[in-house]
RNA sequence: GGGCGAUUAGCUCAGUUGGUUCAGAGCACCUCGUUUACACCGAGGGGGUCGGGAGUUCGAAUCUCUCAUCGCCCACCA
């Protein structure tokens, strides 16, 4: 037909989608069925969708639909987090834009914005999933700060704290003095900036005018001294450890210490502790058991503990207490300095190191737990080499608490009630009042006595029960004893701490208790079977794709463009597990130029449109009751016996690449093996001539391959296969691909393959003559072979040579035993073939080809021969492989016979 | 500084337990071709010393060591 015939997605993809929800396909109860269940990496609520999204769930979508395919119970479950410092920070700012402070609104109705925001917005990225195609049961879709989510969170918390797993303790944070807050690592930004180191002397306790340099930063911290370290190895200092300093100004004496921490190279080689206002200093000076002297306020201003500068601020005391040294005379230098300095991602200002009270996780149980696991193949790593990066993390010398307070309010609020210097942890406040009325035995206390922690736990504190929370786990355990564990969890390596170690040690903790120990012996404590990591998706300078860089291509405008099956098509093939991938814009700004990665996408919808053209060639075909002429006959039974055997290696092949989730693979497979043999090589075999009909046998055993072929690929490429099942044939209510059955890989017979391939070069090699020689695709051509017991026993499979004949467009393939005159000849496995033509042969150039045969043949055998005259090869490598070798050598000496026998013959 | 990974065709990447002349795919490129499903196409074709070096082995893109370049993660410079 015409070329506006080109299959179109937009229009076909939205339909059925809708058509999928209406049938309820999605959804997933539990019954006798096995369960095939997903738990999806909850997006942040605020998100949208990006290319890493893109990557994971179209993944998560092919591994749920072939289970579904498999008649599995498939139960993929969607969901969102609600990210508290992301999801925080957005609604501070929306807040302030309209002139509001976090602040001066309090606790209760910040959370009311905030939860109006994630349900104006919280919904996008789920949306745009469905663009995607995305097979979730939506019914279940789930959010980490729902109550019921939330409850578990505190019960566990409280669990754990009973346990003893939990305790608070001062830590090292990074305070933003203008915000008043803590910050978390990620949203404290370093960036070079000027500054000036100096050089401070410190007199001995004992022999004052004399004393040790040091160097530092930030001198007006010097009052809250509590040591000077050195390095031990250090021949300039090492007789020095022992003896007293003392801090200039206030006059108080402290130790040098001796600590290998200190570089011997930098600055003067003596560094200043200051244990409670530097993270280094704070872990040098709990090695040597050292004093914390606090003299900062919460403002960033000295407190009395400094004893001079008092209520000065920081960088006002900064500049004074240089003054001081200087009258004092133990300013030494000041030193121009380049260095990084941390600043507040919000209100810019230079973040405080700063000891607070945090609550922590011990992790020294959990993490062997979670190595465990993991070592023992409870949960199985792909790629496997992820494995080091988790043993890296989780072993015990690296190991560390988890700090899960966070001072935000946008989370679970921690259940700890103070009482006076009392701590009572509780799932309600009532609960915590009880516990404390009895503690203080005071009857009479009111909940107005205690005062609530006002910080909530750290997100990944509530996504670590994920795969237990989203079937309501710690209610009703009814749903988890079917879903649990999970079969597999598909997320970036770049979670793998946060999130994936976390679960597995989740799972372990309380999976039993939930449970019982009879199913837990039976299915395993783990979350999830499998851990399918996806590389990061990156821009063309290998950067993490990211809103700020603005470096992540619009995802809806490539489906727009492309489709979602192209889309999920380019994706895929460009993404082998756990290698990154490169994904740009569509377009290079600079070169102005379609980039490679949307050249996938174009692949993909191209592979569309090629079976939206096989699809009309099908359905153009006219159907005859009558049999057919025996030629045709023969020819399509070899076909379809052909195809069928073809069919059954790649299903089996495809078996293997799913078990290992080389899905890349897979799909390149299987795009292969529908445009090159079903449409290139199948088709064109039993495609009726012009104006032709078709036997109804063959036509029916076409469509059902075709069938087949979608159900494959549906998992893939969900719109185009359900559209084309549809156009195949009348479908009935609830007769849908997506539902329809995966079939089942069967044995096949090698030899066929062999020889249909063998076959196949024979028609490529008329091919190229023809073309070389300018002969007409549809002029008929004799074609003799030489007569060997090789081809012999090629072509007494009966249907090859008359396959050869329709394909490549011959009056006759004969036997010959001698070479034929006035031919143009070539070489296939091991047999000459000759075409009969009466054009004059270019002798000249008939032979510069034939010696260049000769050439590849002699250094075949060349290559073979030094092998297998190699002792050591034939008396070390296996028999089977000496065997091939001697078989290739007889090949090769052969072949070099008939070419000889060739170039003789031409050159007399 | 600690750890992980990469380097294969012009580009983006496969290459699973070492074994066929095993060096492969897609894109790009070249030639030919629009009467027959498809120019979003068909039939053909060219193109790589597998980053360098050494080693193990009968045999190395594949295993070991080393050097070089690049990337990522974690920790950090007083």
Same mark, same amino acid.
Request: aromatic content about 10%.
């Given at each position: 037909?015409?070329?506006?015939?080109?299959?179109?997605?937009?229009?076909?993809?939205?339909?059925?989608?809708?058509?999928?929800?209406?049938?309820?396909?999605?959804?997933?109860?539990?019954?006798?069925?096995?369960?095939?269940? =997903?738990?999806?990496?909850?997006?942040?609520?605020?998100?949208?969708?990006?290319?890493?999204?893109?990557?994971?769930?179209?993944?998560?979508?092919?591994?749920?639909? !072939?289970?579904?395919?498999?008649?599995?119970?498939?139960?993929?479950?969607?969901?969102?987090?609600?990210?508290?410092?992301?999801?925080?920070? +957005?609604?501070?700012?929306?807040?302030?834009?309209?002139?509001?402070?976090?602040?001066?609104?309090?606790?209760?109705?910040?959370?009311?914005?905030?939860?109006?925001?994630?349900?104006?917005?919280?919904?996008?990225?789920?949306?745009?999933?469905?663009?995607?195609?995305?097979?979730?049961?939506?019914?279940?879709?789930?959010?980490?700060?729902?109550?019921?989510?939330?409850?578990?969170?505190?019960?566990?918390?409280?669990?754990?704290?009973?346990?003893? +797993?939990?305790?608070?303790?001062?830590?090292?944070?990074?305070?933003?003095?203008?915000?008043?807050?803590?910050?978390?690592?990620?949203? $404290?930004?370093? +960036?070079?900036?000027?500054?000036?180191?100096?050089?401070?002397?410190?007199?001995?306790?004992?022999?004052?005018?004399?004393?040790?340099?040091?160097?530092?930063?930030?001198?007006?911290?010097?009052?809250?001294?509590?040591?000077?370290?050195?390095?031990?190895?250090?021949?300039?200092?090492?007789?020095?450890?022992?003896?007293?300093?003392?801090?200039?100004?206030?006059?108080?004496?402290?130790?040098?210490?001796?600590?290998?921490?200190?570089?011997?190279?930098?600055?003067?080689?003596?560094?200043?502790?200051?244990?409670?206002?530097?993270?280094?200093?704070?872990?040098?000076?709990?090695?040597?058991?050292?004093?914390?002297?606090?003299?900062?306020?919460?403002?960033?201003?000295?407190?009395?503990?400094?004893?001079?500068?008092?209520?000065?601020?920081?960088?006002?005391?900064?500049?004074?207490? !240089?003054?001081?040294?200087?009258?004092?005379?133990?300013?030494?230098?000041?030193?121009?300095?380049?260095?990084?300095?941390?600043?507040?991602?919000?209100?810019?200002?230079?973040?405080?190191?700063?000891?607070?009270?945090?609550?922590?996780?011990?992790?020294?149980?959990?993490?062997?737990?979670?190595?465990?696991? $993991?070592?023992?193949?409870?949960?199985?790593?792909?790629?496997?080499?992820?494995?080091?990066?988790?043993?890296?993390?989780?072993?015990?010398?690296?190991?560390?608490?988890?700090?899960?307070?966070?001072?935000?309010?946008?989370?679970?609020?921690?259940?700890?009630?103070?009482?006076?210097?009392?701590?009572?942890?509780?799932?309600?406040?009532? #609960?915590?009042?009880?516990?404390?009325?009895?503690?203080?035995?005071?009857?009479?206390?009111?909940?107005?006595?205690?005062?609530?922690?006002?910080?909530?736990?750290?997100?990944?504190?509530?996504?670590?029960?994920?795969?237990?929370?989203?079937?309501?786990?710690?209610?009703?355990?009814?749903?988890?004893?079917?879903?649990?564990?999970?079969?597999?969890? $598909?997320?970036?390596?770049?979670?793998?701490?946060?999130?994936?170690?976390?679960?597995?040690?989740?799972?372990?903790?309380?999976?039993?208790?939930?449970?019982?120990?009879?199913?837990?012996?039976?299915?395993?404590?783990?979350?999830?079977?499998?851990?399918?990591?996806?590389?990061?998706?990156?821009?063309?300078?290998?950067?993490?794709?990211?809103?700020?860089?603005?470096?992540?291509?619009?995802?809806?405008?490539?489906?727009?463009?492309?489709?979602?099956?192209?889309?999920?098509?380019?994706?895929?093939?460009?993404?082998?597990?756990?290698?990154?991938?490169?994904?740009?814009?569509?377009?290079?700004?600079?070169?102005?130029?379609?980039?490679?990665?949307?050249?996938?996408?174009?692949?993909?919808?191209?592979?569309?449109?090629?079976?939206?053209?096989?699809?009309?060639?099908? !359905?153009?075909?006219?159907?005859?009751?009558?049999?057919?002429?025996?030629?045709?006959?023969?020819?399509?039974?070899?076909? =379809?016996?052909?195809? #069928?055997?073809?069919?059954?290696?790649?299903?089996?092949?495809?078996?293997?690449?799913?078990?290992?989730?080389?899905?890349?693979?897979?799909?390149?497979?299987?795009?292969?093996? =529908?445009?090159?043999?079903?449409?290139?090589?199948?088709?064109?075999?039993?495609?009726?001539?012009?104006?032709?009909?078709?036997?109804?046998?063959?036509?029916?055993?076409?469509?059902?391959?075709?069938?087949?072929?979608?159900?494959?690929?549906?998992?893939?490429?969900?719109?185009?296969?359900?559209?084309?099942?549809?156009?195949?044939?009348?479908?009935?209510?609830?007769?849908?691909?997506?539902?329809?059955?995966?079939?089942?890989?069967?044995?096949?017979?090698?030899?066929?393959?062999?020889? $249909?391939?063998?076959?196949?070069?024979?028609?490529?090699?008329?091919?190229?003559?023809?073309?070389?020689?300018?002969?007409?695709?549809?002029?008929?051509?004799?074609?003799?072979?030489?007569?060997?017991?090789?081809?012999?026993?090629?072509?007494?499979?009966?249907?090859?040579?008359?396959?050869?004949?329709?394909?490549?467009?011959?009056?006759?393939?004969?036997?010959?035993?001698?070479?034929?005159?006035?031919?143009?000849?070539?070489?296939?496995?091991?047999?000459?073939?000759?075409?009969?033509?009466?054009?004059?042969?270019?002798?000249?150039?008939?032979?510069?080809?034939?010696?260049?045969?000769?050439?590849?043949?002699?250094?075949?055998?060349?290559?073979?021969?030094?092998?297998?005259?190699?002792?050591?090869?034939?008396?070390?490598?296996?028999?089977?492989?000496?065997?091939?070798?001697?078989? !290739?050598?007889?090949?090769?000496?052969?072949?070099?016979?008939?070419?000889?026998?060739?170039?003789?013959?031409?050159?007399?």
């Amino acid at each position: 037909m015409s070329s506006n015939n080109r299959y179109n997605p937009t229009e076909i993809e939205a339909r059925w989608y809708e058509h999928w929800m209406k049938h309820n396909y999605f959804d997933s109860t539990p019954d006798e069925r096995e369960p095939y269940s =997903i738990v999806i990496p909850p997006p942040n609520v605020t998100g949208v969708l990006h290319m890493g999204h893109m990557l994971n769930n179209t993944i998560q979508d092919i591994l749920i639909r !072939k289970a579904r395919l498999e008649g599995k119970n498939a139960c993929w479950v969607p969901g969102t987090d609600h990210a508290s410092i992301a999801t925080e920070a +957005k609604v501070v700012k929306m807040l302030r834009e309209k002139g509001i402070k976090k602040g001066d609104i309090g606790r209760e109705a910040f959370l009311k914005h905030a939860f109006e925001w994630k349900d104006k917005y919280g919904g996008i990225i789920l949306d745009q999933l469905k663009r995607l195609g995305a097979s979730c049961d939506w019914k279940r879709t789930r959010f980490t700060m729902e109550d019921k989510l939330s409850k578990a969170v505190i019960k566990v918390f409280v669990d754990l704290y009973k346990k003893g +797993k939990i305790y608070r303790r001062l830590r090292m944070t990074n305070w933003d003095p203008e915000a008043q807050t803590v910050l978390s690592n990620e949203e $404290v930004i370093y +960036k070079e900036e000027n500054a000036q180191l100096v050089h401070i002397r410190y007199d001995f306790e004992d022999s004052p005018g004399e004393g040790i340099v040091i160097a530092t930063q930030r001198p007006e911290t010097i009052m809250a001294d509590t040591a000077i370290a050195v390095n031990p190895e250090d021949e300039r200092f090492k007789d020095l450890i022992g003896r007293k300093v003392l801090i200039p100004l206030i006059n108080r004496a402290i130790p040098i210490i001796g600590d290998t921490y200190v570089d011997i190279e930098f600055g003067t080689g003596a560094l200043k502790i200051t244990p409670a206002h530097d993270p280094n200093d704070n872990e040098i000076g709990e090695r040597h058991n050292l004093e914390v002297i606090d003299i900062l306020n919460a403002d960033a201003t000295l407190n009395e503990k400094a004893r001079i500068l008092v209520g000065q601020d920081r960088f006002e005391a900064r500049k004074n207490i !240089k003054k001081l040294l200087k009258e004092s005379g133990n300013l030494v230098e000041l030193e121009d300095y380049r260095t990084k300095i941390g600043r507040s991602e919000r209100t810019n200002s230079v973040v405080e190191p700063r000891l607070t009270l945090q609550w922590f996780l011990s992790m020294k149980d959990f993490a062997e737990t979670g190595l465990k696991a $993991v070592k023992d193949k409870k949960v199985t790593f792909y790629p496997e080499h992820m494995w080091n990066m988790y043993y890296n993390w989780l072993n015990e010398d690296n190991i560390k608490d988890w700090c899960i307070s966070r001072q935000l309010w946008w989370g679970q609020r921690i259940p700890a009630w103070y009482y006076g210097e009392h701590i009572f942890v509780a799932e309600t406040a009532e #609960e915590a009042l009880a516990q404390a009325r009895d503690k203080s035995a005071n009857p009479d206390l009111s909940l107005h006595d205690l005062k609530q922690d006002e910080d909530v736990v750290d997100t990944w504190f509530s996504s670590w029960l994920w795969p237990i929370t989203v079937f309501d786990g710690f209610e009703t355990q009814d749903e988890l004893k079917y879903y649990y564990p999970t079969n597999v969890l $598909v997320t970036g390596w770049d979670i793998m701490f946060f999130w994936v170690a976390r679960m597995i040690m989740a799972g372990y903790e309380w999976s039993e208790e939930l449970l019982g120990t009879e199913l837990i012996q039976a299915k395993g404590r783990q979350p999830f079977h499998d851990v399918y990591f996806t590389g990061m998706v990156r821009d063309n300078r290998r950067r993490k794709m990211s809103k700020s860089l603005g470096n992540s291509p619009d995802a809806l405008s490539l489906i727009d463009a492309y489709g979602a099956d192209g889309v999920r098509f380019g994706m895929l093939s460009s993404a082998a597990a756990g290698n990154d991938i490169i994904f740009d814009a569509p377009f290079d700004a600079e070169t102005k130029q379609v980039r490679n990665e949307s050249k996938l996408c174009e692949q993909g919808l191209k592979f569309c449109n090629k079976m939206w053209q096989a699809l009309n060639a099908i !359905k153009g075909w006219e159907v005859m009751d009558e049999p057919l002429n025996e030629d045709t006959a023969l020819i399509n039974a070899k076909a =379809i016996e052909w195809f #069928e055997n073809k069919l059954n290696e790649v299903l089996s092949q495809l078996e293997d690449k799913f078990q290992s989730y080389r899905l890349s693979d897979a799909l390149i497979t299987l795009y292969n093996f =529908i445009w090159n043999d079903f449409c290139s090589t199948y088709i064109e075999i039993v495609k009726p001539p012009y104006k032709k009909p078709i036997d109804r046998a063959t036509l029916e055993q076409t469509i059902d391959f075709y069938e087949k072929l979608l159900t494959i690929l549906h998992p893939f490429m969900p719109f185009v296969t359900e559209e084309i099942w549809h156009q195949l044939r009348e479908r009935g209510e609830g007769e849908d691909c997506i539902v329809s059955t995966y079939p089942k890989a069967a044995a096949f017979d090698r030899e066929l393959l062999k020889n $249909v391939e063998k076959i196949l070069d024979v028609v490529t090699k008329v091919r190229d003559i023809r073309a070389k020689n300018k002969i007409d695709k549809f002029e008929p051509l004799a074609l003799f072979v030489e007569e060997s017991d090789r081809s012999k026993a090629l072509y007494a499979m009966e249907g090859l040579e008359a396959i050869i004949r329709k394909l490549a467009v011959l009056s006759s393939l004969e036997f010959t035993e001698e070479e034929v005159a006035n031919s143009l000849s070539f070489l296939s496995t091991t047999e000459n073939y000759y075409i009969e033509v009466d054009v004059s042969v270019d002798v000249e150039a008939e032979l510069e080809r034939l010696e260049g045969e000769l050439a590849y043949a002699e250094g075949f055998v060349a290559s073979v021969n030094k092998k297998l005259s190699n002792e050591r090869f034939v008396n070390n490598a296996p028999t089977a492989v000496v065997e091939k070798e001697k078989a !290739k050598l007889a090949d090769g000496q052969e072949k070099i016979k008939i070419l000889v026998e060739q170039i003789n013959k031409l050159k007399n």
